[in-house]
């Protein structure tokens, strides 16, 4: 059984710019979610998918993106890069969104 | 929103020694899970815990969720167990994992 494996593993990107992170879910999870963690605090929720429809979000604004796959891999997307998405950035499944959740990981995300 | 609590922010121990870690909740939860951070960032699941107690290895974990904290517990530490160790419960209509803050856990040889 494959875990949760998370494409790059770091990442240096210019202010401005856009960039795509990528996660395959653990074999059998259709609930892939997707958290920021800035560095010295907890993770922050940024959204959920639950069969290629996003079922959550958090408090990120619309320049955060994402995608679900039939396959029930997940993209993130950040538009307008800005300082302050410097960041580790994990991805998580869970078999329907309502027991434990296994995390990847991560991209490590600089912003220069 | 549900806020999570965990303390002590910081713990050092000499190896062999036993801690013990807490995080707090305001609200009822579905699900509480105890993760371990190790220092290329992934996050370890430790236990599934939304009630009751668990045991793995030297690690357990007791929820009390009727009084709404958590308890994990670290036995004959190893400096393999230094990291963030960080409590995350899953409530309300979202389903998303809220974090506490963490505990950074240091074990000296």
């Known amino acids: 059984e494959t875990g949760v494996t998370q494409s790059p593993t770091h990442l240096i990107k210019t202010r401005g710019q856009q960039v795509t992170l990528r996660c395959s879910s653990q074999?059998?999870?259709?609930?892939v979610s997707w958290y920021q963690q800035a560095l010295g605090q907890g993770p922050q929720f940024i959204f959920q998918?639950?069969?290629?429809?996003?079922?959550g979000r958090g408090n990120f604004p619309p320049r955060f993106s994402g995608l679900q796959f039939p396959n029930y891999s997940s993209e993130l997307n950040v538009n307008a890069l800005e300082l302050d998405d410097s960041a580790l950035y994990l991805c998580a499944s869970s078999l329907t969104g309502r027991e434990g959740y296994t995390f990847g990981s991560g991209t490590r995300l600089t912003v220069v | 929103g549900i806020q999570v609590e965990q303390s002590p922010p910081d713990l050092i121990l000499q190896e062999g020694a036993n801690s013990t870690l807490r995080c707090n909740f305001s609200?009822?939860?579905?699900?509480l899970q105890w993760f371990h951070q190790n220092p290329w960032g992934q996050l370890i699941n430790l236990f599934y815990i939304p009630s009751g107690t668990k045991q793995n290895g030297r690690l357990s974990a007791t929820t009390v969720a009727t009084e709404r904290y958590s308890l994990l517990y670290i036995s004959s530490s190893q400096t393999t167990d230094s990291g963030v160790y960080f409590c995350?419960?899953?409530?309300?209509?979202?389903?998303?994992?809220?974090f506490g803050k963490g505990t950074k856990l240091s074990v000296k040889p």
């Open positions: 998918y639950y069969r290629e429809e996003e079922n």
């Open positions: 609200d009822s939860v579905n699900n």
């Open positions: 995350a419960v899953q409530g309300g209509s979202q389903g998303n994992l809220i």
């Open positions: 074999s059998g999870h259709n609930t």
